[in-house]
C-alpha cells in the first residue's frame, strides 16, 4: 500500500525513435500525474544523444536511448509503487512512442524513513562521444543510416557544383 503523501523515486530507461525535447517530456508526464493525483518534485532526462552526430541521427529518426528519473508525490492512495511507475510508463510512451522498463527502488511513507521495495535501481544511460568533438568512429557507431544520408547529401552538392560549373561555360 502506498498511501497519499508518500514519495516515491521512479527510474526509466528507453528508447524513442525520435528526438523529444525535454519539456514535451515533462509536460505530457505532469499532465497524466495530474489526473491521477500524483506531483512531480523534481526530475532528471538524459538523453544519450550528446555527441553532434548522435543528436543528428536522433533528429532524423534512428533509436536513440534515455533515462528519466523522478521523485514523485502521491496525493491519493495507490495499492503498489508499480501502479504509480504505470502511470509515468503511459506518460513516456506517449511522447517516445515505446514502452519504458522502469522500477521504483524506494518508497519515503508519510512519517518513516525511506524504505526500500526490492527493485533494483538503474545505472546510467551509456552516452555517445561526450567532448561533443567530430569523430569518425562514432559517424559508424551512431547510425548507418545517417552515414548513407550524409554520402547522398555529398554526392548530390557535387553534381550541383559540376551541373553549375557547366551551364556557366555555356
Known amino acids: ?88 510508463d503511459h506518460a513516456l510512451y506517449t511522447v517516445t512512442g515505446t514502452l519504458p522498463a522502469s522500477t521504483v527502488p524506494n518508497v519515503t511513507i508519510p512519517g518513516n524513513a525511506a524504505a526500500t521495495t526490492g527493485q533494483p535501481g538503474q545505472t546510467a544511460v551509456v552516452a555517445g562521444t561526450s567532448s561533443g568533438e567530430f569523430d569518425l568512429s562514432s559517424l559508424f557507431e551512431s547510425g548507418v543510416n545517417s552515414f548513407a544520408l550524409l554520402m547522398v547529401g555529398v554526392i548530390l552538392a557535387v553534381v550541383l557544383i559540376v551541373a553549375g560549373k557547366s551551364r556557366s561555360i555555356i
Open 1 to 88: 500500500m502506498v498511501p497519499s503523501g508518500s514519495i516515491l523515486t521512479y527510474q526509466a530507461k528507453g528508447t524513442t525513435s525520435w528526438f523529444p525535447s525535454e519539456s514535451d517530456i515533462v509536460q505530457e508526464i505532469n499532465v497524466d500525474l495530474a489526473q491521477a493525483g500524483v506531483v512531480m518534485r523534481d526530475y532528471k532526462y538524459v538523453p544519450s544523444a550528446q555527441s553532434m552526430v548522435a543528436s543528428v541521427d536522433a533528429y532524423l529518426g534512428a533509436p536513440t536511448a534515455y533515462q528519466f528519473t523522478a521523485t514523485l508525490q502521491v496525493n491519493a492512495d495507490f495499492n503498489s509503487p508499480q501502479d504509480v511507475a504505470s502511470l509515468v
